[in-house]
């Protein structure tokens, strides 16, 4: 099966700057990899899905990159704000594909002005 | 539109009962996922109902946990003669299966503490 393997410590950074979490997988490559936020309290919520052909995807002040020799998937938040704190989570189908996914147990950014 | 609801949102019980947690999907989405968060963990799938297929239960941790979902609509996830093991927040999300690649959409979770 699968193991996901996020940053289990939390990632503090300055207000402005760029944050960049990591996502490494140990078996087989997925087809595509998805990016939640979850705030305390609250239930995930997607961000970003990127697929095994795409090296880089972006969403406004959020960037995704896949490489599959790696086997990581990083997440870069660029111009940091207080607002971004939160836990972000990467989750990856199964092998054979389909929808049911598995989490990493998340990473916690916290931005400091 | 109105996203995915879940009921009660805490819920404190005596070890031994029974409980049942509610989740109300997004209108039109025919995948419904429950999974359970314990404190500083990851998200534990439990089941995956997926439009009339059988449900995938292969990750409900004993047979003292059981969920249905009745008209490809509302489910009730149902912990039998809870233990203090099952505290834990309760999470339920839905998606669109028209494709793969479809993001999953969460309720806020159920908190449940075992006495």
């Known amino acids: 099966s699968q193991k996901i393997e996020q940053n289990s410590e939390a990632l503090n950074i300055q207000e402005g700057k760029t944050a960049t979490l990591t996502c490494n997988y140990t078996?087989?490559?997925?087809?595509?990899l998805q990016w939640y936020r979850q705030d305390p309290g609250r239930g995930p919520v997607f961000l970003l899905l990127?697929?095994?052909?795409?090296k880089e995807k972006r969403k406004e002040r959020l960037k995704v990159t896949f490489d599959t020799t790696l086997k990581q998937s990083l997440f870069h938040i660029t111009a940091s704000q207080p607002a971004d704190s939160a836990t972000y989570l990467c989750?990856?189908?199964?092998?054979?594909?389909?929808?049911?996914?598995?989490f990493g147990t998340g990473t916690q950014l916290k931005v400091e002005l | 539109g109105a996203g995915v609801s879940q009921s009660p949102s805490n819920k404190v019980t005596e070890k031994g009962k029974d409980v049942e947690l509610r989740c109300d999907p997004i209108?039109?989405?025919?995948?419904l996922y429950w999974y359970r968060q314990s404190l500083g963990q990851g998200l534990e799938f439990l089941i995956y109902?997926?439009?009339?297929?059988?449900?995938?239960k292969s990750g409900l941790p004993s047979d003292r946990f059981s969920a249905e979902r009745t008209g490809g609509s509302v489910s009730t996830l149902t912990i039998q003669r809870t233990q203090q093991e099952d505290s834990a927040v309760y999470l339920c999300?839905?998606?669109?299966?028209?494709?793969?690649?479809?993001?999953?959409?969460f309720g806020d979770g159920t908190r449940l503490s075992i006495l």
């Open positions: 999300a839905s998606s669109l299966e028209r494709t793969e690649n479809q993001p999953q959409h």
């Open positions: 078996n087989y490559s997925p087809a595509y």
């Open positions: 990127i697929r095994e052909n795409e």
């Open positions: 989750a990856l189908p199964p092998g054979g594909g389909g929808n049911k996914l598995t």
């Open positions: 209108s039109g989405h025919t995948a």
């Open positions: 109902f997926q439009g009339n297929s059988a449900p995938d």
